[in-house]
């Protein structure tokens, strides 16, 4: 599986962004889905998964209730609706699969950026 993440950029604190994440290969309907994102200096960060077929979703804590992910199997595609932005959310933005909850995630993107100004 190859993954390709896009839609990061600049935005304005309070502001939306959507990335998305386009996958290669015919498996990506059976593959469980996340987020993460890694900020200069600190640790990569879990920020959201889906199941493969979008029937469970979770969040961490500090994305709960602004962030939104979602998938469309049939565009090979997974999705992050990122609202109510702040200066926190900087940070590089990765995509990342894994065979379902069992496994770690094995597949990873190559990364967008998401800068929020104040």
């Known amino acids: 599986v190859q993954l390709q993440a896009s839609g990061g950029g600049l935005v304005q604190a309070g502001g939306s962004l959507r990335l998305s994440c386009k996958a290669s290969?015919?498996?990506?309907?059976?593959?469980?889905m996340g987020w993460f994102r890694q900020a200069p200096g600190k640790a990569r960060e879990f920020v959201a998964g889906?199941?493969?077929?979008?029937?469970?979703?979770y969040y961490a804590d500090s994305v709960k209730g602004r962030f939104t992910i979602s998938r469309d199997n049939a565009k090979n595609t997974v999705y992050l609706q990122m609202n109510s932005l702040k200066p926190d959310d900087t940070a590089v933005y990765y995509c990342?699969?894994?065979?379902?909850?069992?496994?770690?995630?094995?597949?990873w993107g190559q990364g967008t950026q998401v800068t929020v100004s104040s």
């Open positions: 990342a699969s894994r065979r379902s909850a069992f496994y770690d995630y094995e597949y």
């Open positions: 290969g015919r498996t990506f309907s059976s593959y469980d």
């Open positions: 889906i199941t493969w077929n979008g029937g469970s979703t």
